[in-house]
């Protein structure tokens, strides 16, 4: 099972934090490529703003990938199975990797442009299928530690690529294009590894109605001694569906059934990427500076913040024992406190010399309480609450909402940071605590639950207790 989740982790959300974190380091470099390129090309300098936008379509068109991705993913994980579908992926990366890395000696920047949207397609796919494949092979009981290898992979990406990044690595002048390139390796390996593992044994008896496969299947992930109590887990879940084919995304918003669910969903899937860590990592260099950290050695500080992400999803495997609950609702409640110290703190900034150091804590501080729960508890909540059916029209759903609002605050924040200054994280204090109290109210704990009983605590929400 550790090495499975090992195996979807490397090809899935690895890719997604990987290609976030490494498109910074070379910013300047892809200016000047850009320039050289335009002026080579048109016989002309590129006008400030031209460049502006053009490096503005290379940054975002990531976005735009992964909601393509998102939005076919489910669909990829239905046809070809959970496994098939990331083993296909990894095609996606390899060419989106070859783009990227002829770009520069063929003097083309149309192909970094297309190779980045493809890259984010690829980050698209894999946070849809990644969770989907790792929350059906886990037993109930080990289901919460397993599901968090998404979020480790994640944050295990972003700091990979910030280390790689690095001026004395792959993020200086001459080696640029090999950086953005780098995203076939973990492709090449999933591509390597996946294979030896089997597909999810729920798609298999569920969806394929392959209960020879779905057999094997168990017996490999849990041992000959204890897979048969699993299997009577997936058969019970298959007599329930009564041969119910997956859903379309519209499905679900029709279907009263899964109402509260679909609700729940959508408020964490925002929540998560509205919750002001992207603020965070935009106010980390100023921050840093203000400490009195020398430019040059910001990048090394910066990957303090990318090790802090990694480290709590690492520990937060202890939500198998805490409750998924319980880990979330403290996430958002910290983060809503370290809100009100960051804005004390930027607003006195110039006023003493250690309130520097306050708000470089405060940010730390921050982006652990976000991995504590926001961060990898969402997607896990999204394999539970819903039947085999459902799941994968879910997660398209999750993901769609994901990138929209990943884009959403992209655009809009520049905006908020010049309207509000420092006083922009009440707008991410009120969302946090808003998030913290709608989970309180309506989400049960899912901890060692099957997918039908759980399912069962929903059918009185979505249909009123009479029924």
């Excluded at 679900?252 to 969903?265: E, K, N, P, T």
């Excluded at 730390?364 to 819903?386: C, M, Q, R, V, Y």
């Excluded at 940071?417 to 420092?422: A, E, R, W």
Aim: with cysteine; hydrophobic share 45%; net charge neutral.
């Amino acid at each position: 099972l550790f090495l499975a989740v090992c195996a979807v982790g490397i090809g899935g959300t690895f890719q997604y934090g990987y290609n976030v974190s490494i498109i910074n380091a070379p910013t300047q470099h892809i200016h000047r490529f850009l320039n050289e390129t335009w002026t080579g090309r048109y016989h002309k300098e590129l006008n400030t703003d031209l460049l502006t936008f053009l490096w503005s379509v290379i940054a975002s068109i990531f976005s735009l990938g992964g909601l393509c991705g998102a939005l076919i993913g489910g669909s990829m994980a239905i046809r070809l199975g959970r496994k098939g579908a990331l083993l296909m992926n990894n095609v996606i990366a390899i060419l989106a990797s070859i783009l990227m890395g002829i770009s520069f000696p063929t003097g083309l920047f149309e192909l970094l442009i297309a190779g980045r949207f493809l890259i984010g397609i690829n980050a698209g796919i894999g946070i849809c299928v990644q969770p989907l494949y790792i929350g059906e092979v886990a037993p109930k009981h080990l289901r919460g530690g397993m599901a968090m290898g998404s979020s480790i992979f994640l944050t295990g990406g972003i700091l990979t690529g910030q280390i790689i990044g690095l001026r004395e690595l792959l993020g200086g002048e001459t080696y640029w294009p090999l950086l953005l390139s780098s995203s076939c390796f973990p492709a090449f390996a999933q591509l390597l590894f996946l294979p030896w593992f089997p597909e999810s044994p729920r798609y298999l008896l569920i969806d394929r109605g392959d209960e020879l496969s779905c057999a094997k299947a168990l017996k490999r992930f849990h041992g000959s001694s204890e897979y048969q109590r699993e299997l009577e887990d997936i058969q019970r879940e298959c007599f329930a569906l009564d041969g119910e084919k997956p859903k379309k995304p519209w499905q679900l918003f029709a279907d009263r059934g899964v109402r509260w669910q679909l609700i729940i969903v959508i408020v964490m899937t925002m929540g998560q990427q509205l919750s002001g860590i992207n603020a965070i990592y935009f106010y980390a260099t100023y921050i840093f500076e203000q400490a009195g950290i020398s430019a040059e050695k910001i990048p090394y500080v910066t990957l303090g913040t990318g090790a802090c992400e990694c480290l709590t999803a690492l520990t937060c495997v202890s939500n198998n024992y805490v409750g998924r609950r319980c880990l979330v609702i403290g996430g958002y409640l910290l983060m809503t406190l370290w809100s009100i110290v960051l804005t004390f703190s930027l607003t006195y900034q110039e006023l003493y010399s250690w309130v520097p150091y306050v708000s470089m804590t405060s940010i730390f501080a921050f982006i652990l309480s976000f991995g504590l729960g926001p961060g990898g508890i969402t997607n896990t909540l999204t394999a539970e609450l819903f039947v085999q059916s459902s799941r994968p029209a879910a997660y398209m759903i999750g993901g769609t909402i994901s990138w929209i609002s990943f884009f959403t605050v992209g655009m809009l924040f520049p905006f908020i940071v010049n309207g509000l200054k420092q006083y922009c994280f009440l707008v991410f204090l009120l969302e946090c605590s808003l998030v913290a109290a709608f989970i309180f109210l309506v989400i049960p704990e899912t901890k060692n639950k099957s997918f039908l009983e759980i399912n069962k605590e929903f059918h009185k929400l979505n249909f009123g207790r009479n029924i």
